[in-house]
């Protein structure tokens, strides 16, 4: 990824130049380099072996396949928020990024398994791991179009037409809120969109993160909120890493402070808050919620056809 304050200072600085050159204010010929012809910045690695697995590499582990955290591309290449994210993290600790598709936390740390596993959950019950920062929440999730159901609330909700997956996590959400509402039931979440933009339902109801992934690709839709407590997703480190766990987590700060985390994110999800626990639709109750017990550090805070999105 760019280092987008970099890239800006060297536009403005080329912007400069060139009114100097044109209006005679300069008084020689200023010549503005190609970005290609200046040097990148170099960042001494403070991780090596044996805290790594291969000197100079963080290698990630992923899982195998969590659209769109991690898919595969029409050219075979890895590609996701959980991909960019770690090539992002193994720049800023100046290493380079390898990527264990299929891993788990527990097997960071061990032989033969990745240095960290991006993408473990914060109430996952490890043996020889511990999750760190959240880099990520989701949650089962409404959409609707825009311009209207803004602001729904549980009542709203009551007898409303939606969308959702037969079987899937998100209808089970659904039916623990007590919410009767008149389902629409489909096949995958790309047709429950396709359900609303045809009218024939008001929202569509699935994961957060691949809904707002799909929701990118409709001019007119948007996220309404969240039907029950958010899952909260983080780093995975073998427990006693500490100058490992360190690391990761300055790099992972520094990353959000720079906006590059922000950017990253907005990608993949577009305008989907970060922190789901916020965007409850009003009226819903949660009875057995284990987001109390949720305490990561926040960072700041299967669609077809995957491909990395422009930035």
């Given at each position: 990824m760019l280092?987008?304050r970099?890239?800006k200072?060297?536009?403005l600085?080329?912007?400069v130049?060139?009114f100097l050159s044109?209006?005679g204010l300069?008084?020689c010929?200023?010549?503005?380099?190609?970005r290609?012809?200046?040097?990148?910045?170099?960042?001494?690695a403070k991780l090596?072996?044996p805290?790594?697995?291969?000197?100079?590499?963080l290698t990630?582990?992923i899982?195998?396949?969590?659209?769109p955290?991690?898919?595969?591309d029409?050219?075979?290449?890895?590609?996701?928020?959980y991909?960019?994210?770690?090539l992002a993290?193994?720049?800023?600790?100046?290493?380079k990024a390898?990527?264990?598709?299929?891993?788990?936390?527990?097997?960071a740390?061990l032989?033969?398994?990745p240095?960290i596993?991006?993408g473990a959950?914060a109430?996952?019950r490890?043996?020889?791991?511990?999750v760190?920062?959240s880099?990520l929440?989701?949650?089962?999730?409404l959409?609707?179009?825009?311009g209207?159901?803004?602001?729904?609330g549980?009542?709203?909700l009551?007898?409303?037409?939606i969308?959702?997956?037969?079987?899937?996590?998100?209808?089970?959400?659904?039916?623990?809120?007590g919410?009767?509402?008149?389902?629409?039931?489909?096949?995958?979440?790309n047709?429950?969109?396709k359900?609303?933009?045809?009218?024939?339902a008001?929202?569509?109801?699935?994961?957060?993160?691949?809904?707002?992934?799909?929701?990118?690709?409709?001019?007119?839709?948007?996220?309404v909120g969240?039907?029950g407590?958010?899952?909260i997703?983080?780093?995975?480190?073998?427990t006693?890493?500490?100058?490992?766990i360190?690391?990761?987590?300055?790099?992972?700060?520094?990353?959000?402070?720079d906006?590059t985390?922000?950017?990253?994110?907005?990608?993949w999800?577009g305008?989907?808050p970060?922190?789901?626990?916020?965007?409850?639709?009003n009226g819903?109750?949660i009875?057995?919620s284990?987001?109390?017990?949720?305490?990561?550090?926040?960072?700041?805070?299967?669609p077809?056809?995957?491909s990395?999105?422009?930035?």
């Open positions: 280092d987008l970099r890239y200072a060297q536009y600085l080329g912007v130049l060139v044109v209006s300069s008084g010929a200023l010549l503005t380099p190609a290609s012809e200046v040097p990148a910045d170099t960042v001494r090596k072996a805290t790594l697995a291969t000197d100079k590499v990630i582990g899982p195998a396949n969590d659209a955290q991690v898919a595969t029409s050219q075979g290449k890895l590609t996701g928020y991909v960019d994210l770690g993290l193994a720049k800023k600790l100046g290493l390898s990527f264990m598709p299929g891993s788990s936390p527990d097997k740390g032989s033969g398994g240095d596993y991006l959950s109430t996952g490890y043996t020889t791991a511990v760190t920062s880099i929440q989701d949650a089962p999730a959409f609707a179009k825009k209207q159901n803004s602001s729904v549980a009542a709203q009551q007898g409303a037409s969308a959702v997956q037969g079987g899937s996590a998100a209808q089970d959400a659904l039916t623990k809120t919410i009767v509402a008149d389902e629409v039931i489909v096949t995958n979440i047709d429950a969109f359900a609303v933009a045809e009218g024939r008001s929202y569509a109801l699935c994961r957060a993160d691949a809904g707002a992934f799909i929701a990118r690709t409709f001019e007119d839709m948007h996220f969240t039907l407590s958010a899952e997703l983080g780093f995975a480190a073998r006693g890493s500490s100058e490992l360190a690391q990761v987590s300055q790099a992972l700060s520094a990353l959000e402070s906006g985390i922000d950017a990253i994110y907005q990608a999800y305008a989907l970060r922190t789901l626990n916020e965007s409850l639709v819903i109750m009875t057995n284990n987001s109390s017990q949720q305490s990561l550090t926040q960072v700041s805070a299967t077809s056809n995957l990395s999105p422009s930035r």
